[in-house]
């Protein structure tokens, strides 16, 4: 089974510009998640998808940002200006609603300078 | 959502000797899951943990559920190298589905 896929590996990018991160869950998960982990942290959860739907985005900055689901499958979360304390790895999972089934991306770096 | 303390924050051993971390909660969960993460990857699911009492074993890592379900154990048993990496704690986000909140890790080193 192919895995959670996401690209790009690393961004580096100056403060107040835009960036986009693309994930690719496993086939037939309804479920999408976008965590960020800051260096020495545990991952965050921003954002959680069912299917193309939001069920949970109260962690989700929605200023500077956003994320879609469109048709159920990929996602794509933005940041749109970027600060530095927007440094950090975004990881994106996927599960077909059980714990074992959860499985995580190897995620993208994002270096805001 | 709820915090997870992990302790200890990071260790260093040899080889074949045995290791213990634990976390706990500010609240009470019905789900424990420990996952470890490796340099330049995602988390991967090690053990969960569903009844309060509950003793896990994945080779040679065991987990137990704390009976008063605000705490959680792992234990490693004759580390080897490849055992290095950050191992995190997890629980259910109480807002939503199956998202998760997690502790900030044991950064675990073994020399060989």
């Known amino acids: 089974e192919a895995g959670v896929a996401q690209s790009p590996r690393y961004k580096i990018i100056e403060k107040r510009q835009s960036v986009a991160f693309w994930c690719n869950p496993i086939?037939?998960?309804?479920?999408l998640y976008w965590y960020q982990q800051i260096l020495g942290q545990g991952p965050k959860l921003l954002i959680q998808?069912?299917?193309?739907?939001?069920?949970?985005d109260s962690q989700l900055p929605k200023d500077r940002f956003s994320a879609e689901r469109l048709k159920g499958v990929d996602s794509t979360l933005k940041i749109q200006p970027a600060k530095l304390e927007d440094s950090a790895v975004y990881l994106c999972?996927?599960?077909?609603?059980?714990?074992?089934?959860?499985?995580f991306g190897s995620g993208t770096r994002l270096t805001v300078v | 959502g709820q915090q997870l303390n992990q302790s200890p924050q990071s260790m260093f051993i040899q080889e074949g000797e045995d290791v213990s971390m634990n976390c706990t909660s500010s609240?009470?969960?019905?789900?424990w899951l420990w996952y470890k993460q490796d340099p330049g990857e995602g988390p991967v699911l090690l053990i969960a943990?569903?009844?309060?009492?509950e003793l896990t074993s994945n080779g040679r890592l065991t987990a137990q559920f704390g009976i008063t379900r605000k705490d959680s154990f792992l234990n490693i048993s004759a580390s080897i190298p490849s055992d290095v990496g950050i191992y995190f704690c997890?629980?259910?986000?109480?807002?939503?589905?199956?998202?998760?909140?997690f502790g900030k890790g044991t950064s675990l080193l073994v020399t060989p």
């Open positions: 943990l569903y009844k309060a009492g």
């Open positions: 609240s009470i969960f019905n789900t």
């Open positions: 997890a629980g259910p986000n109480s807002n939503s589905g199956y998202a998760l909140n």
């Open positions: 998808f069912q299917n193309n739907g939001v069920v949970d």
């Open positions: 999972a996927s599960s077909s609603d059980r714990y074992h089934g959860y499985t």
């Open positions: 086939s037939g998960h309804a479920t």
